[in-house]
């Protein structure tokens, strides 16, 4: 029998804005001091902010480590212009495929409570989704 072996590796960066507010700080912080939540949710970056972020770019493969030190900071001042969610090391998706990979692995029907929204669901359908999913 031939020894085990990884041929290759790919990975995903998830934009999953939903749960930022689950994380274990937040949570602690919103029970203690209500009103951040609305701070919180304010301070949400969006799809394409996020998809533009120099180092997301670099995590994923389309920039180098010297082309995101050569970007002056902060980086959320210098968005990388026509950002591609598919790199060489993986790719980023959005929330709506994020909740997708998770009904498709949930063999028990944990998250039976996911709803996609319809506008994002009819999209990934129509496969013209820019987004980063594709049918």
Known sequence: MPDPAILASH????????????????TRE?????????????ALRSWEEVLAYPPNQTFIGNLTPDDLAAIPRPWT?????????????????????????????????????????????????RGDDDRGVRS
């Not at 919103?30 to 609305?38: K, R, T, V």
């Not at 980023?92 to 039976?112: C, N, R, T, V, W």
């Open 30 to 42: 919103i029970e203690s001091y209500p009103e951040l939540l609305g701070q919180l949710t304010a």
């Open 11 to 26: 990975y995903i960066l998830a934009h999953g804005p939903d749960f930022v507010r689950y994380g274990s700080k937040p």
């Open 77 to 125: 001042a210098h968005p990388v212009a026509g950002a591609s969610p598919v790199g060489s090391f993986g790719r980023m998706i959005p929330q709506a495929a994020l909740y997708g990979l998770m009904k498709l692995s949930d063999e028990f029907d944990l998250d039976a409570t996911v709803v996609l929204r319809h506008e994002d669901a009819t999209a990934h359908r």
